[in-house]
């Protein structure tokens, strides 16, 4: 089989453009900012050790008690970035780079500007909640662009270059085992971040989802011209059309399927209503579609 097809692959995804550049820069940053929030102010002050290299920061910092977890943490991500371009080269991510730099940064200047020497309440329920839902929504953001803050994904993209470990269980395991060394800190600490841990994995996977829900429809109609046209001319979107046949009294039908945004789905919804009061549609909820106007295959 010839692979000329997938050597010019990249040469046939088009180009982004400054405004989709300018989008996802904001994007990166938003969600990297959220992740160190969401660290410095609520893990390390509770000492919430869920994995990663925050968790072993947290770790590492009650063995080195002059060493702050927000500088081991600098210097971890510095260090794994180093290496990742040492290893990778010019492969190594630039959104990698990016985002691993920034959190690093931003976590070592808010220490220096807003010392933590406690927690902010005295509800630790409450306060691994921020713990948890503020990195798990910035990295639901940036897994949803294809970035990451580095950290343990570098040591991952080293092993599955030259190894032939699950990745996937691999962090797996050393996320457990970071977290269950939190114990170390008490067993109310303990048991807290094995409760993030569960908490974190469940909830990136549901940001990312509700992030990219769109709708699916299937409207079954008798007159499908104006629908057809209200979907592409005012919502902008694609359709496909075919001819059906009721079961009960044999009419003619026509099939319309479409795939839009959720917003987009109540209007079209509407419109549908509006123009033939019969109509039957079905919408199903999806969260990943790929092709144009959603998203790119990648």
């Known amino acids: ?16 453009t400054k405004k989709e550049n300018l989008r996802e820069f904001l994007m990166l940053t938003l969600g990297t900012l959220l992740v ?9 002050p509770n000492h919430f050790s869920t994995g990663g ?6 770790i590492l910092g009650s063995l080195l ?15 794994l970035l180093l290496l990742g371009f040492l290893v990778f080269g010019k492969d190594f991510g630039i959104k990698t780079a990016y985002c691993s730099t920034l959190l690093s940064s931003a976590t070592w200047i808010l220490e220096r500007i807003i010392p933590m020497n406690q927690p902010f309440t005295d509800q630790p329920l409450l306060e691994l909640c ?44 050393s996320d457990i085992v970071i977290t269950f060394s939190s114990f170390a800190f008490g067993i109310q600490t303990g048991l807290f971040s094995i ?19 769109c709708k699916y429809l299937t409207i079954i109609t008798s007159n499908p011209e104006p629908i057809c046209d209200y979907i592409i001319q005012v919502l902008h979107r694609g359709a496909t059309t075919y001819d059906a046949k009721g079961a009960f009294n044999h009419d003619n039908k026509e099939i319309i ?9 109540v209007l079209l919804r509407q419109f549908v209503r509006s123009v033939d009061p019969k109509a039957f549609v079905l919408i199903t909820n999806t969260s990943e579609i790929v092709g144009k106007g959603f998203r790119g295959v990648s």
């Open 195 to 213: 409760l993030g841990l569960v908490a974190k994995s469940l909830m990136v996977d549901m940001v990312i989802e509700n992030i990219n829900m």
């Open 53 to 58: 290299v925050s968790g072993i920061s947290i």
């Open 36 to 44: 160190a929030v969401g660290v410095y102010f609520f893990k390390f």
């Open 130 to 173: 921020f713990a948890v839902g503020l990195p798990a929504v910035g990295s639901a953001i940036l897994f949803n662009i294809q970035g990451s803050t580095g950290g343990t994904d570098v040591v991952a993209m080293i092993l599955k270059k030259f190894t032939h470990l699950d990745i996937g269980k691999a962090l797996m395991l």
């Open 1 to 16: 089989m010839s692979l000329k097809p997938f050597q010019k692959l990249k040469e046939v995804q088009p180009k982004k």
């Open 65 to 79: 008690p002059h060493i702050t977890p927000a500088s081991l943490m600098f210097a971890i991500n510095m260090f």
């Open 257 to 265: 399927l479409t795939a839009m945004r959720r917003g987009q789905a």
